[in-house]
């Protein structure tokens, strides 16, 4: 589990160092930030089977909030449900 998890790491520390040399420079935070959402929000809603009220109660936010990161983030409901 560490090491995939460190080749994770590697891996988007990789991609950070092309979205600097792609001129994403000053946008690399947010961008990061949201790929970490996206994807702790996806592997919840993956173990809840979809429930958003379990999902915001495991990661301790307002439904709403998951809702509305859900939209952002155009996480597919009907891929979690499965």
Same mark, same amino acid.
């Given at each position: 589990?560490?090491?995939?998890?460190?080749?994770?790491?590697?891996?988007?520390?990789?991609?950070?160092?092309?979205?600097? @040399?792609? /001129?994403?420079?000053?946008?690399?935070?947010?961008?990061?930030?949201?790929? &970490?959402?996206? *994807? $702790?929000?996806?592997?919840?809603?993956?173990?809840?089977?979809?429930?958003?009220?379990?999902?915001?109660? @495991?990661? /301790?936010?307002?439904?709403?909030?998951?809702?509305?990161?859900?939209?952002? &983030?155009?996480? *597919? $409901?009907?891929?979690?449900?499965?």
């Amino acid at each position: 589990m560490m090491d995939e998890e460190a080749r994770e790491i590697e891996k988007a520390l990789l991609e950070l160092d092309r979205m600097f @040399l792609r /001129g994403k420079e000053g946008k690399i935070y947010h961008i990061m930030l949201d790929a &970490l959402d996206k *994807s $702790l929000i996806t592997n919840t809603l993956i173990i809840t089977f979809g429930n958003q009220i379990k999902a915001a109660r @495991l990661l /301790g936010i307002n439904r709403n909030t998951l809702r509305a990161k859900i939209k952002k &983030l155009g996480i *597919s $409901l009907s891929e979690v449900k499965r």
